[in-house]
């Protein structure tokens, strides 16, 4: 006979677990942290030196305090080793730097952002890490297309930094904040004010936001909605760099899904070879079809003035070939070292518009080959987390992450880049590959290990997901 009782034996009825106001706090510090990397210049042109430096100073010395009192798993053994050489490369050059004032002033610079990259990679998930920048660059798209319309509707000509009064006389339109093109017509800078910085950006969105979509996030109808946002103000920004970026995104993907697909070490070979082809001939075609293809996105075959710009800083390089003359990322214009040394439209230059010619000029062939180490072994590692399978036991069927193919197409936006200009050596060019170097050899797979604890640290337990 049944026996009816008040005392079930499951469980009684719980809230679903969530996430704890403290780290949803830190998760949005972390946001801003790679926002404020990822608007790069913005901070100096719309509040002025003084405020950017508080900002990045201000921090980098929050991110420390909470590393410090969160304390998040860190296997100290496996830092990204050339990395760090780089940073101490470049510290060590203050002794014999042309330059002291601006070598210290960029080493602090370069420490900040180093610093931010570590933090933000341990004390975020691998998941969390995506959705931080996913984050972190709808503002700076969103801010940039809010920006230029304001400044198209509401004020109807061009924006001088800090909205100051333009100069008398004549004015070189590479001076403008914006250049209330946005309507009429022309190339747009955003928030960041220069095109050949805004292209590359809404370039990693785009790619941000697609893999944020393969993984199965909500809301993907407002995701599409901000790719297409992205690309028109790609578009609308007209950068070379970004467009061959895209392209070398394009080969880098498709070579990345093809070897997913093999089942046998031996079928990724050809791949491999047709890899290399596609890549040395783009190169090559690159370089011999340079004119017609650069006047196709209304560009000169010397890159802009480009070429100019490396024989000169060349010739001063091969003056102290190997340990170079110190420490200047980026150049500062008020150093009468650089004040006046290179024009362009009558303003000095910040950097070299390459990042190995800026760094043979700085660092000589000591700094070249550091960080060319720092880069093989960033791309080597976030090829291989992107091309094979999630594997730590016997069992070889787990499947394949979105996620993971994000350090690889960051490597092939930075490379590309890198060729035009210098930005990947200092903010978010730099902080990302830091931070995806450091969270690669701390994390291997996603979701699995101490420094993934994902109920830990994503919903605040401290019990840990079963692999």
């Not at 010395?61 to 101490?88: D, E, H």
């Not at 510290?91 to 210290?104: K, Y």
């Not at 022309?186 to 790619?207: E, F, K, S, T, Y």
């Not at 590959?433 to 101490?450: A, D, R």
Request: net charge positive; aromatic share 12%; glycine share 8%.
């Amino acid at each position: 006979m049944a026996v009816h009782t008040k005392h079930p034996a499951s469980a009684p009825p719980e809230a679903p677990v969530r996430e704890k106001t403290g780290h949803l706090m830190l998760r949005a510090w972390c946001i801003f942290v790679l926002f404020t990397a990822l608007s790069g210049v913005a901070w100096v042109l719309a509040f002025g030196e003084a405020v950017a430096a508080a900002v990045a100073i201000g921090g980098g010395a929050v991110s420390l305090l909470l590393w410090f009192l969160i304390r998040p798993p860190v296997q100290w053994r496996r830092l990204p080793l050339f990395s760090l050489a780089y940073v101490v490369w470049a510290g060590l050059s203050i002794i014999w730097s042309a330059w002291p004032q601006t070598s210290a002033l960029t080493w602090l610079l370069l420490i900040i952002t180093t610093v931010q990259g570590f933090f933000v990679g341990s004390v975020l998930t691998w998941r969390e890490v995506v959705r931080a920048i996913a984050s972190a660059l709808k503002w700076v798209v969103a801010l940039s297309f809010l920006f230029e319309l304001f400044v198209s509707v509401f004020i109807g000509h061009a924006v001088m930094p800090g909205f100051q009064p333009p100069p008398e006389g004549h004015v070189d339109p590479i001076v403008y904040w914006s250049r209330n093109n946005l309507i009429d017509g022309g190339r747009i800078q955003g928030i960041v004010g220069n095109a050949n910085l805004l292209g590359p950006l809404c370039l990693l969105a785009i790619i941000v936001f697609g893999i944020r979509l393969a993984s199965g996030a909500p809301r993907r109808v407002l995701l599409w909605i901000w790719i297409g946002l992205a690309a028109y103000l790609m578009i609308r920004a007209g950068s070379a760099t970004a467009y061959v970026a895209a392209a070398g995104v394009a080969v880098v993907l498709a070579t990345v899904l093809l070897m997913r697909r093999t089942r046998r070490p031996g079928e990724r070979t050809p791949y491999y070879v047709a890899y290399a082809v596609v890549g040395v001939g783009g190169l090559i075609a690159l370089w011999f079809f340079r004119a017609q293809l650069f006047s196709l996105v209304g560009r000169e075959s010397d890159l802009t003035g480009r070429e100019g710009i490396w024989e000169v800083v060349l010739a001063k390089a091969w003056e102290r070939p190997w340990t170079g003359w110190g420490f200047a990322t980026p150049w500062n214009p008020a150093d009468p070292a650089f004040d006046g040394w290179i024009v362009d439209h009558g303003q000095t230059v910040m950097q070299a518009h390459n990042m190995w010619v800026d760094v043979f000029l700085q660092l000589g062939i000591i700094g070249v080959a550091i960080l060319a180490l720092t880069y093989l072994a960033f791309v080597w590692r976030a090829w291989f987390f992107a091309v094979d399978r999630p594997r730590w036991d016997l069992r070889d069927d787990r499947p394949y992450s979105a996620l993971s193919l994000l350090p690889t197409l960051v490597g092939a936006i930075l490379l590309v880049q890198g060729v035009s200009e210098s930005s990947p050596l200092l903010l978010w060019g730099w902080m990302f590959v830091v931070m995806f170097s450091f969270k690669i050899k701390q994390s291997p797979h996603i979701g699995v290990g101490p420094a993934e604890q994902t109920l830990a640290i994503e919903r605040g337990e401290l019990t840990k997901q079963a692999p």
